[in-house]
């Protein structure tokens, strides 16, 4: 049954459970103010401040408030050696690592990792190394706060008047590549998908009908009932791997196989700071971090769940999808094939 726009309900975003505080602590470098979120002193600082400029900020990618973190740690560092600031990064990644699960702040911590790795190589003074570490650091955060119109400046001509786009759950990358299509007056339509387990595709669903652009919802069941009144996918990514593929919300790889088969475009919109070195050879291959559980079955009645105490319920929240389903990747770098992506790595990496 199709659903109306009447008929959508947004699910509710994650509850901001951190109360922020008008402190501030001076940097090292004495530039911006560095600030607290709690007074919880078991928080370590680096969490803190990953998680209020996530919160003060719903439209900061949470790879860009690592950074930005991991840059204010060489910022207020008290160490006097290149070696006690490598360490407390060491430290301070792997924190941000355990507070979040999101994949690209794995990929982010790496590339910067690997930055600071050839910084500290070629500039072995202290105090110019951390001066161009924290130069760089903010530099990177400007421009990966820009990549997301980059990318739609990129997929622009990919985006013509009169298509209907198929896209599944909540992208912020894929958003902003239709928003500004629809700023240029181009006339297009949007289905979306539910994108269970979490409802994600609802708050997309809001965000479009906010923006005055035409959108349905359908259930995930019915990708493949309706990709043939589609005229492309277009999806994000939350991590792209050496191969090309890409790790997502589960769902994705379903969709890619459908619009193989029927013969549709299957594009994917993400920065380049989720660029990973991994190489998935299938769903087992995904990182256990992004296996997390939901509750199965929301909508049935307790005399339901009851009847599926002793059923074990598999409900994870990320696919692979392989390169091969995917036609091109729109990234502020520029527009990549599958196979341009392992160059693309070195160069990052390299």
Same mark, same amino acid.
């Given at each position: %049954?199709?659903?109306?726009? !009447? ?16 402190? %501030? ?21 680096? +969490? ?8 003060? !900020?719903?439209? /900061? ?24 600031? @490598? ?6 990644? &792997?924190? @941000? ?45 400007? =421009? ?45 339509? +949007? ?15 809001? #965000?479009? =009908? ?26 994000? *990514? ?7 593929? /890409?790790?997502? &919300? ?6 890619? @196989? ?37 509750? /199965?079955?929301? *909508? ?13 319920? #598999? ?32 160069? @990052?990496?390299?």
């Amino acid at each position: %049954m199709e659903m109306s726009l !009447d008929d959508l309900k947004p699910s509710p975003l994650p509850k901001r459970h951190l109360e922020l505080r008008s402190s %501030m602590t001076r940097s090292r470098s004495g530039s911006d103010p560095v600030p607290v979120v709690t007074d919880d002193p078991s928080v370590p600082a680096v +969490v803190r401040n990953f998680k209020n400029w996530t919160l003060e !900020d719903p439209e /900061i990618a949470a790879a860009v408030a690592a950074v930005r973190a991991l840059t204010t740690v060489i910022k207020t560092t008290q160490g006097s050696t290149l070696q006690e600031v @490598l360490h407390e990064l060491e430290l301070a990644t &792997k924190l @941000l690592k355990e507070c979040s699960s999101a994949l690209s702040v794995e990929s982010a911590c790496a590339l910067f990792t690997r930055f600071v790795t050839r910084t500290t190589l070629e500039t072995p003074h202290f105090e110019e190394c951390t001066r161009r570490l924290i130069e760089r650091g903010d530099q990177y955060t400007q =421009q990966a706060m820009l990549g997301r119109d980059k990318i739609g400046k990129f997929a622009d001509t990919f985006i013509r008047d009169g298509l209907t786009v198929l896209t599944h759950g909540f992208s912020r990358v894929v958003l902003a590549v239709l928003e500004r299509a629809h700023r240029q007056g181009k006339h297009f339509s +949007v289905v979306v998908t539910e994108s269970r387990p979490d409802g994600s595709g609802y708050v997309a669903a809001h #965000r479009l =009908q906010a923006a005055s652009i035409p959108v349905q919802v359908v259930v995930d069941a019915a990708v493949a009932h309706v990709m043939d009144q589609v005229d492309l996918v277009l999806v994000g *990514s939350e991590g792209i791997v050496e191969n090309g593929g /890409i790790i997502n &919300k589960v769902g994705t790889y379903q969709m890619a @196989l459908v619009a193989s088969a029927l013969n549709k475009p299957f594009y994917v919109a993400a920065e380049s700071f989720k660029f990973m070195r991994m190489y998935p050879l299938n769903q087992r291959d995904i990182p256990t971090s992004s296996q997390e559980k939901f509750e /199965i079955c929301a *909508s049935c009645t307790p005399e339901d769940k009851a009847l599926l105490k002793d059923v074990e319920v #598999r409900n994870p929240t990320h696919d692979y999808t392989p390169p091969k389903l995917i036609t091109l990747l729109f990234t502020d770098l520029g527009v990549f094939t599958p196979a341009a992506v392992s160059d693309e790595l070195i160069k @990052l990496y390299y």
